[in-house]
């Protein structure tokens, strides 16, 4: 198992493999989860500023969780979530575009209350085949410290 003394900081990884979207992709969630029209209709996203079909936000962060628990160790020591912040999404993500994720721990403390556990906060980057960045977003994780 692994506990919070065993994460290392500042130590990136990346997601084994990509995820390439396509046009049915980005019109089959949006149906269900984001209906806006420019997710759903090339003629209407032709009139967008992006020029062009490109995938909801809330698409990009699912194919980001997607690929960290692609890389997410099997025996670590996660309690719950805690939160997500500075979710920011640079560049569209578009019909054709293959992403991948690199992640990395950025802080760990004990938690003051509950001493048996820890607290980590990861920062996420999605990155395009290009190397631009799409999608940036920390998470907040709690997980347990090692037995005594």
């Not at 390439?20 to 980005?26: N, P, Q």
């Not at 969780?65 to 692609?70: A, E, F, G, I, K």
């Not at 293959?98 to 950025?106: A, D, H, Y």
């Not at 938690?111 to 960045?133: A, M, T, Y």
């Amino acid at each position: 198992m692994k506990y919070l003394e065993d994460i290392v900081l500042h130590n990136p990884r990346f997601s084994p493999g990509t995820h390439t979207v396509s046009t049915e992709e980005i019109k089959r969630f949006a149906a269900e989860w984001d209906p806006m029209p420019f997710h759903l209709d090339e003629e209407i996203a032709k009139l967008s500023p992006i020029g062009k079909l490109f995938a909801s936000s809330a698409h990009t962060v699912a194919i980001g969780l997607r690929l960290s628990h692609d890389m997410m160790e099997k025996d670590i020591a996660v309690i719950a979530g805690l939160g997500w912040n500075d979710l920011r999404f640079p560049k569209p993500v578009c019909p054709g575009d293959s992403l991948r994720l690199k992640s990395q721990v950025i802080e760990k403390r004990e938690s003051q209350s509950k001493p048996d556990r820890g607290i980590i906060v990861s920062l996420n980057e999605l990155f395009n085949q290009n190397d631009e960045l799409v999608a940036e977003y920390k998470i907040t994780t709690m997980m347990f410290r090692k037995p005594a």
